[in-house]
C-alpha cells in the first residue's frame, strides 16, 4: 500500500478542480499531501485540528487497551481516555475547521488529507447522525482506508450549512454520503 496507493488516489483528483489541500501535521499524512499536491500542483497546508486521535495514557499502546479501558459507550463519547480526547471533542475540532475552512475560502475544492477517526466521525455528522448513530452506521470495515478517496456529498437541509459541506472536498480521506437518507440538519445536531 502505501506511496504507491495515495499515487494512484491522486491521479484520480486530476480534473476534480481542487484548489487547496489541508493535512494533519502528523508524518503519515503528511507525506500522503505532499505527494497529492506534487501531482496537482498544491502546495499542501498544515492543521493541527486534522490530527488523529490523542490517546492520552494510551499513545504508543496497542488500542486494544484503551478501547477496553471504557466501561460505556458513552465515556468514549464524552470523557474519552485519560489524558486523550473524547469523540465530541474530536468532533467539535473538526467542525471548528469545516466552518473556518468554507468561511476563508467559499467557493473552492478543498481535499482534506486526515485519519481514520476524525474523518468518520465528521461524516456522521454531515450525514445528520448523533455520535452514538455515527458508531453504529460506521464499524470499522465501513470507514475510510487509507489512500481511499471519498467525495462529501452533504444533505439538502439548512440552506447554509448545506452550501458549506457541498463545496469543501473531502479525501483520503474523502467522504461519501452513501444512500442512507439524511434525518436532521446540521443546525440540530450543534
Not at 491521479?11 to 502528523?26: A, C, D, Q, V
Not at 492520552?56 to 459507550?73: H, V
Not at 478517496?149 to 472536498?169: A, F, Q, S, V
Request: aromatic fraction near 6%; charged fraction near 35%.
Amino acid at each position: 500500500m502505501g506511496k504507491k496507493a495515495v499515487k494512484v488516489a491522486a491521479e484520480t483528483l486530476k480534473g476534480k478542480s481542487i484548489t487547496l489541500i489541508f493535512h494533519s501535521p502528523l508524518k503519515r499524512t503528511k507525506m500522503s499531501a505532499e505527494i497529492v499536491g506534487k501531482i496537482l500542483k498544491i502546495a499542501p497546508k498544515p492543521d493541527k485540528r486534522l490530527r488523529e486521535l490523542q490517546f492520552g495514557i494510551f499513545n504508543n499502546k496497542g488500542l486494544d487497551g484503551m478501547w477496553n479501558a471504557f466501561k460505556t459507550e458513552e465515556e468514549r463519547i464524552n470523557k474519552g481516555s485519560e489524558g486523550g480526547e473524547s469523540y465530541k471533542e474530536i468532533l467539535d475540532r473538526m467542525m471548528d475547521f469545516l466552518k473556518e475552512t468554507d468561511e476563508k475560502y467559499k467557493g473552492r475544492n478543498i481535499l482534506i488529507v486526515s485519519h481514520e477517526c476524525p474523518l468518520f466521525l465528521l461524516q456522521g455528522k454531515v450525514m445528520g447522525f448523533m455520535i452514538r448513530e455515527t458508531i453504529e452506521q460506521f464499524p470499522t470495515e465501513k470507514r475510510i482506508h487509507k489512500a481511499e478517496i471519498r467525495e462529501l456529498n452533504p444533505y439538502t437541509k439548512g440552506e447554509e450549512d448545506d452550501d458549506l459541506l457541498r463545496r469543501i472536498k473531502i479525501s483520503q480521506k474523502e467522504f461519501k454520503e452513501g444512500k442512507g437518507k439524511i434525518l436532521r440538519s446540521l443546525e440540530d445536531l450543534m
